[in-house]
Protein backbone atom coordinates (compact mmCIF):
# COMPACT_ATOMS: atom_id res chain seq x y z
CA UNK A 1 0.00 0.00 0.00
CA UNK A 2 1.02 3.69 -0.40
CA UNK A 3 0.08 6.35 2.33
CA UNK A 4 -0.52 9.80 0.30
CA UNK A 5 0.20 13.06 2.21
CA UNK A 6 -1.79 15.65 0.40
CA UNK A 7 -2.44 19.69 1.35
CA UNK A 8 -3.83 22.10 1.72
CA UNK A 9 -6.47 20.19 2.59
CA UNK A 10 -9.64 22.97 1.57
CA UNK A 11 -9.08 26.11 0.54
CA UNK A 12 -11.10 29.77 -0.55
CA UNK A 13 -9.12 31.41 -3.28
CA UNK A 14 -10.57 34.89 -5.30
CA UNK A 15 -11.01 34.21 -9.23
CA UNK A 16 -7.56 34.85 -11.34
CA UNK A 17 -5.54 33.94 -8.78
CA UNK A 18 -3.85 30.30 -9.26
CA UNK A 19 -3.26 27.35 -6.53
CA UNK A 20 -0.77 24.84 -5.75
CA UNK A 21 -1.50 21.45 -4.55
CA UNK A 22 1.00 19.31 -3.08
CA UNK A 23 1.17 15.83 -3.19
CA UNK A 24 3.90 13.90 -0.83
CA UNK A 25 3.73 9.75 -1.73
CA UNK A 26 6.12 7.95 1.19
CA UNK A 27 7.37 5.64 -1.52
CA UNK A 28 8.55 5.84 -4.66
CA UNK A 29 6.06 5.43 -7.49
CA UNK A 30 6.44 5.97 -11.26
CA UNK A 31 3.29 7.32 -11.57
CA UNK A 32 1.00 9.51 -9.99
CA UNK A 33 -2.46 10.84 -10.99
CA UNK A 34 -4.16 14.09 -10.31
CA UNK A 35 -8.12 13.70 -10.03
CA UNK A 36 -10.81 16.43 -10.12
CA UNK A 37 -14.49 15.76 -8.26
CA UNK A 38 -16.45 18.06 -9.21
CA UNK A 39 -19.71 18.82 -7.04
CA UNK A 40 -22.28 15.65 -7.58
CA UNK A 41 -20.11 14.24 -10.15
CA UNK A 42 -17.83 11.61 -10.66
CA UNK A 43 -13.82 11.45 -10.50
CA UNK A 44 -12.39 12.64 -13.50
CA UNK A 45 -8.78 12.09 -14.65
CA UNK A 46 -7.10 15.33 -15.41
CA UNK A 47 -3.30 14.05 -16.20
CA UNK A 48 -0.90 11.77 -15.18
CA UNK A 49 2.12 12.75 -14.16
CA UNK A 50 5.76 10.79 -14.46
CA UNK A 51 8.87 11.44 -13.24
CA UNK A 52 11.44 13.16 -15.95
CA UNK A 53 9.01 13.73 -18.65
CA UNK A 54 6.11 15.81 -19.01
CA UNK A 55 2.54 15.18 -17.69
CA UNK A 56 -0.11 13.45 -19.66
CA UNK A 57 -3.52 15.32 -19.98
CA UNK A 58 -6.64 14.03 -20.43
CA UNK A 59 -9.17 15.55 -23.39
CA UNK A 60 -10.71 19.04 -22.02
CA UNK A 61 -7.36 19.58 -20.10
CA UNK A 62 -4.42 21.61 -20.62
CA UNK A 63 -0.83 22.22 -19.33
CA UNK A 64 -1.84 26.21 -19.42
CA UNK A 65 -4.57 25.65 -17.15
CA UNK A 66 -3.43 22.58 -15.23
CA UNK A 67 0.58 22.66 -15.41
CA UNK A 68 2.25 20.29 -13.17
CA UNK A 69 5.41 19.61 -11.84
CA UNK A 70 6.98 16.21 -10.51
CA UNK A 71 10.70 16.53 -9.71
CA UNK A 72 11.23 13.21 -8.12
CA UNK A 73 9.72 9.73 -7.38
CA UNK A 74 8.03 10.42 -4.68
CA UNK A 75 6.55 14.17 -5.18
CA UNK A 76 4.49 16.12 -7.61
CA UNK A 77 2.51 19.34 -7.59
CA UNK A 78 -0.81 20.46 -9.27
CA UNK A 79 -1.26 24.09 -9.75
CA UNK A 80 -5.02 25.29 -10.85
CA UNK A 81 -3.95 28.68 -12.73
CA UNK A 82 -5.92 31.41 -13.00
CA UNK A 83 -8.91 30.31 -10.96
CA UNK A 84 -12.93 31.05 -11.84
CA UNK A 85 -15.71 29.64 -9.64
CA UNK A 86 -16.15 26.91 -12.21
CA UNK A 87 -12.80 25.20 -11.00
CA UNK A 88 -14.41 24.69 -7.51
CA UNK A 89 -14.20 20.98 -6.91
CA UNK A 90 -12.36 18.13 -4.85
CA UNK A 91 -8.79 17.52 -6.35
CA UNK A 92 -6.99 14.37 -5.57
CA UNK A 93 -3.97 12.71 -5.73
CA UNK A 94 -3.25 9.15 -6.82
CA UNK A 95 -0.66 6.57 -7.38
CA UNK A 96 -1.05 3.06 -8.27
CA UNK A 97 -3.21 1.04 -10.93
CA UNK A 98 -0.29 -1.02 -13.00
CA UNK A 99 -0.49 -2.27 -16.34
CA UNK A 100 0.60 -5.20 -17.39
CA UNK A 101 0.86 -8.07 -15.11
CA UNK A 102 -2.43 -7.21 -13.64
CA UNK A 103 -4.26 -4.16 -12.67
CA UNK A 104 -4.03 -3.24 -8.62
CA UNK A 105 -6.10 -0.81 -6.84
CA UNK A 106 -5.39 2.61 -6.70
CA UNK A 107 -4.52 4.74 -3.44
CA UNK A 108 -5.84 8.73 -3.10
CA UNK A 109 -4.51 11.55 -0.81
CA UNK A 110 -7.33 12.65 1.46
CA UNK A 111 -8.12 15.85 -1.12
CA UNK A 112 -8.16 19.33 -1.35
CA UNK A 113 -11.50 21.18 -1.34
CA UNK A 114 -10.92 24.02 -3.20
CA UNK A 115 -13.82 27.19 -3.81
CA UNK A 116 -13.07 30.05 -5.85
CA UNK A 117 -14.97 32.69 -5.01
CA UNK B 1 -15.39 2.75 -23.65
CA UNK B 2 -15.32 2.59 -20.36
CA UNK B 3 -17.98 3.82 -17.86
CA UNK B 4 -19.43 2.72 -15.13
CA UNK B 5 -23.28 3.47 -13.69
CA UNK B 6 -23.86 3.48 -10.28
CA UNK B 7 -26.99 3.68 -8.08
CA UNK B 8 -27.83 7.39 -7.09
CA UNK B 9 -28.43 8.49 -3.60
CA UNK B 10 -28.76 9.71 -1.15
CA UNK B 11 -29.29 6.25 0.45
CA UNK B 12 -30.41 6.33 4.06
CA UNK B 13 -31.33 3.06 6.51
CA UNK B 14 -31.46 2.30 9.57
CA UNK B 15 -28.60 0.70 11.95
CA UNK B 16 -28.94 -3.02 11.32
CA UNK B 17 -30.69 -2.81 7.61
CA UNK B 18 -29.33 -4.88 4.42
CA UNK B 19 -27.90 -2.70 1.86
CA UNK B 20 -27.65 -3.21 -2.14
CA UNK B 21 -25.59 -0.17 -3.78
CA UNK B 22 -26.17 -1.28 -7.56
CA UNK B 23 -23.22 -0.76 -9.87
CA UNK B 24 -22.99 -2.21 -13.67
CA UNK B 25 -20.36 -1.01 -16.62
CA UNK B 26 -19.20 -0.82 -19.83
CA UNK B 27 -15.44 -2.09 -20.75
CA UNK B 28 -12.82 -3.48 -22.76
CA UNK B 29 -11.32 -6.30 -22.47
CA UNK B 30 -11.65 -7.50 -18.90
CA UNK B 31 -11.13 -4.55 -16.50
CA UNK B 32 -10.70 -5.21 -12.80
CA UNK B 33 -13.73 -3.56 -10.63
CA UNK B 34 -13.12 -1.73 -7.25
CA UNK B 35 -15.35 -0.51 -3.91
CA UNK B 36 -13.83 2.69 -2.55
CA UNK B 37 -15.26 4.38 -0.16
CA UNK B 38 -15.18 8.26 1.21
CA UNK B 39 -15.36 8.65 4.90
CA UNK B 40 -16.43 12.64 5.74
CA UNK B 41 -13.38 14.91 4.98
CA UNK B 42 -11.04 12.00 4.16
CA UNK B 43 -9.89 10.46 0.57
CA UNK B 44 -11.11 7.85 -0.75
CA UNK B 45 -9.90 4.13 0.62
CA UNK B 46 -10.08 0.90 -1.49
CA UNK B 47 -12.96 -1.42 0.39
CA UNK B 48 -13.00 -4.23 -1.81
CA UNK B 49 -12.13 -5.52 -5.29
CA UNK B 50 -12.38 -8.23 -7.82
CA UNK B 51 -9.92 -8.62 -10.48
CA UNK B 52 -12.08 -11.78 -13.03
CA UNK B 53 -15.30 -12.77 -13.51
CA UNK B 54 -17.14 -14.98 -10.82
CA UNK B 55 -14.61 -13.55 -8.22
CA UNK B 56 -15.99 -12.15 -4.79
CA UNK B 57 -14.33 -9.26 -2.92
CA UNK B 58 -15.45 -9.02 0.79
CA UNK B 59 -14.39 -6.75 3.53
CA UNK B 60 -15.30 -5.43 6.69
CA UNK B 61 -18.74 -7.50 5.96
CA UNK B 62 -19.18 -5.83 2.57
CA UNK B 63 -19.80 -7.99 -0.86
CA UNK B 64 -19.59 -7.79 -4.12
CA UNK B 65 -19.46 -10.31 -7.12
CA UNK B 66 -18.17 -9.50 -10.37
CA UNK B 67 -20.50 -10.77 -12.77
CA UNK B 68 -19.96 -10.60 -15.96
CA UNK B 69 -23.13 -11.75 -17.84
CA UNK B 70 -24.83 -8.67 -16.02
CA UNK B 71 -22.21 -6.85 -16.39
CA UNK B 72 -22.44 -6.25 -12.66
CA UNK B 73 -20.72 -5.27 -9.10
CA UNK B 74 -23.16 -4.94 -6.54
CA UNK B 75 -21.90 -3.74 -3.16
CA UNK B 76 -24.03 -5.68 -0.52
CA UNK B 77 -23.65 -5.50 3.39
CA UNK B 78 -26.23 -7.64 5.64
CA UNK B 79 -26.30 -5.17 8.49
CA UNK B 80 -25.16 -1.94 7.96
CA UNK B 81 -23.82 0.36 11.13
CA UNK B 82 -23.78 4.22 11.83
CA UNK B 83 -19.86 3.97 11.32
CA UNK B 84 -20.74 2.84 8.01
CA UNK B 85 -22.08 6.22 6.92
CA UNK B 86 -20.28 7.13 3.59
CA UNK B 87 -19.72 7.72 -0.12
CA UNK B 88 -19.25 4.52 -1.92
CA UNK B 89 -17.78 4.46 -5.42
CA UNK B 90 -17.59 1.67 -7.98
CA UNK B 91 -14.39 1.82 -9.87
CA UNK B 92 -13.25 -0.18 -12.93
CA UNK B 93 -9.33 -0.11 -14.37
CA UNK B 94 -8.92 -1.31 -17.40
CA UNK B 95 -5.95 -3.91 -18.13
CA UNK B 96 -4.79 -2.14 -21.02
CA UNK B 97 -3.79 0.93 -18.84
CA UNK B 98 -3.79 2.41 -15.83
CA UNK B 99 -6.87 4.27 -15.98
CA UNK B 100 -9.51 4.51 -13.30
CA UNK B 101 -13.38 4.92 -14.43
CA UNK B 102 -15.50 5.97 -11.37
CA UNK B 103 -19.43 5.92 -10.56
CA UNK B 104 -20.72 9.39 -9.68
CA UNK B 105 -20.84 8.09 -5.91
CA UNK B 106 -23.73 6.73 -3.44
CA UNK B 107 -24.23 8.84 -0.27
CA UNK B 108 -25.27 6.32 2.74
CA UNK B 109 -26.28 7.63 6.13
CA UNK B 110 -27.23 4.77 8.97
CA UNK B 111 -29.65 6.07 11.46
CA UNK B 112 -29.48 4.55 15.02
Known amino acids: SAVISQKPSRDICQRGTSLTIQCQVD?????MFWYRQQPGQSLTLIATANQGSEATYESGFVIDKFPISRPNLTFSTLTVSNMSPEDSSIYLC??????????????FGQGTRLTVV | GNSVTQMEGPVTLSEEAFLTINCTYTATGYPSLFWYVQYPGEGLQLLLKATKADDKGSNKGFEATYRKETTSFHLEKGSVQVSDSAVYFC???????????FGTGTSLTVIP
Open chain 1, 94 to 107: SVGGGTGWGSTEAF
Open chain 2, 91 to 101: ALSSNTGNQFY
Open chain 1, 27 to 31: SQVTM
